[in-house]
Structure formats: structure tokens, C-alpha cells
């Protein structure tokens, strides 16, 4: 599995710097990005699924193993998006302006047409691909274990704090009562 550490900056690197052959070669189709994200999560989520860096590889250095898995987030990312999103967005930019163009007449009704139900057909597209990618992946089943875990642990750290607060620091599995003469006394009387 890849490090979130390494999927963390291959996303800043490609995605939120544009620093890719993608962004670079500007958008393939006048749709919006809300699908191409979409379709990065896709990429992301079969990323962190994948063993990247061998498994029989200790010896290398941290840094170096990093270094690489970076490298191959944003090459894989890149790649995926020029050949095989770019291909999706001409495609349904292809079918919506053929159908556009036996309809609608006027400019400006031509182009707010072809936004949206590009925008709209790219999103459901790249939606429909990252439920499949979770689902093939059961990535939300590991968070829930994980998310229960945690929640497990918390409850737990937070009783033990609730019981030192309260009782005092506990010995031999008891809490330590201190008890004051003066009230031993007065209880006395």
C-alpha cells in the first residue's frame, strides 16, 4: 500500500500545484473538473490500495522509498488522466455536441447547454467510477474498522483518565482511597 505521506504530495504536486503533462496540455473538453477530481480520488484510492514499493525491498532508506512511491503517484496519476480521462471527457463531448447541434440554434443557449450536461455527464461518470473503485478496493470497510479502533481507544484513554481524575492513581488495581485522621475522628465522636 502506498504511503499516505507519498499519495498526500503526489496530489499537491499534480493536482493543486498543476505541476503535470494534464494541466499542461490544457483541458481536453469544455466540462467543468468536478469529474476529473472525482476521477483522481478514483486513481488515489486503487493507489493506496497497490504495494508500490516491494515488499522485499528493507534495506532501501525512508526517503528513498518515498521518493519513489511520489514519483510513481504522479506519473500514474498523470498518465491516467491524459489517456484515459481526457479520452472519456472527447467522448462525451463528442456525443452532447452532436446532439446539441440537431437542437439548439443560438450560441450562448448552444454553450451553457454543452457546460452543463458535459459537466453533468462527466460528474455522474467519474462518480459512478469511484463508488466501483471503493467498492472493488473495500476501502470503506477498512475505515470503519479503523474508525472503530480508534473510537475503541478513545473510549478506553478516556475512562482511565475519568478514573485517575477521580479516584487517584489506581494500585494494584484499586483505587487508593486517602483517608484523613481528622474525618476518622470526627466520625468517631
Given amino acids: 500500500m502506498a504511503r499516505l505521506s507519498a499519495l498526500g504530495m503526489a496530489i499537491t504536486v499534480h493536482s493543486v500545484l498543476g505541476i503535470s503533462y494534464y494541466f499542461l496540455l490544457g483541458k481536453c473538453s469544455p466540462a467543468p473538473l468536478l469529474g476529473s477530481w472525482l476521477f483522481v480520488a478514483c486513481i488515489v484510492a486503487i493507489l493506496q490500495a497497490v504495494h508500490i514499493v516491494p515488499q522485499w525491498s528493507p534495506n532501501s532508506s525512508i526517503l528513498f522509498e518515498l521518493l519513489i512511491e511520489t514519483t510513481i503517484c504522479c506519473l500514474t496519476l498523470d498518465l491516467m488522466l491524459t489517456k484515459l480521462w481526457c479520452r472519456i471527457e472527447s467522448l462525451c463531448h463528442c456525443a452532447i455536441v452532436g446532439v446539441l447541434q440537431a437542437y439548439v440554434t443560438e450560441e450562448q443557449t448552444f454553450a451553457a447547454c454543452e457546460y452543463w450536461l458535459l ?19 473495500a ?51
Avoid: H
Fill in 119 to 137: 459537466g453533468t455527464t462527466t460528474t455522474v461518470i467519474a462518480s459512478c467510477l469511484l463508488w466501483f473503485t471503493l467498492w472493488a478496493t
Fill in 139 to 189: 476501502l470503506p470497510t477498512k475505515m470503519r474498522v479503523t474508525y472503530d479502533e480508534w473510537r475503541e481507544r478513545i473510549s478506553r484513554s478516556f475512562q482511565r483518565n475519568l478514573t485517575y481524575l477521580v479516584f487517584g492513581p489506581v494500585e494494584g488495581g484499586m483505587p487508593r482511597v486517602e483517608q484523613n485522621d481528622a474525618s476518622a475522628i470526627s466520625f468517631a465522636e
